[in-house]
């Protein structure tokens, strides 16, 4: 069983930055592959960005790449995400998920365990 507990969301202009935590209980923190999705208002969840247990894998959607990087410390239970160059369209609730197995997982079942959100507001 993980717990987790997202921070770190907040309103800033177009083109600023943030960076998100997420903190994780339990002592198998670091065998998961952690994940962030989001979901703005009347849209689907969808798949921002993943990091393998070992922090050495990457996987990011699309519209994100170059301007986001997740990154973990195992030592501290927790994963980041840090949001750079941010757009109006990057607005929506960000959550942190957790699962075991590959990497390169973009699909919300996939995930096993779920935080709940942290808000992301861009705009001038």
């Known amino acids: 069983q993980v717990q987790l507990v997202e921070s770190g969301g907040g309103l800033v202009q177009p083109g600023g930055s943030l960076r998100l935590s997420c903190a994780a209980s339990?002592?198998?923190?670091?065998?998961?592959?952690m994940g962030w999705f989001r979901q703005a208002p009347g849209k689907e969840r969808e798949f921002v960005a993943a990091?393998?247990?070992?922090?050495?894998?990457?996987y990011y959607a699309d519209s994100v790449k170059g301007r986001f990087t997740i990154s973990r410390r195992n030592a501290k239970n927790t994963v980041y995400l840090q949001l750079n160059s941010l757009k109006p369209e990057d607005t929506a609730v960000y959550y942190c998920?957790?699962?075991?197995?590959?990497?390169?997982?973009?699909?919300?079942?996939?995930?096993?365990?779920w935080g709940q959100g942290t808000q992301v507001t861009v705009a001038s």
């Open positions: 990091i393998s247990w070992s922090g050495g894998s990457t």
């Open positions: 339990g002592r198998t923190f670091s065998t998961y592959v």
């Open positions: 998920a957790a699962r075991r197995g590959d990497v390169a997982a973009a699909l919300r079942l996939e995930y096993d365990y």
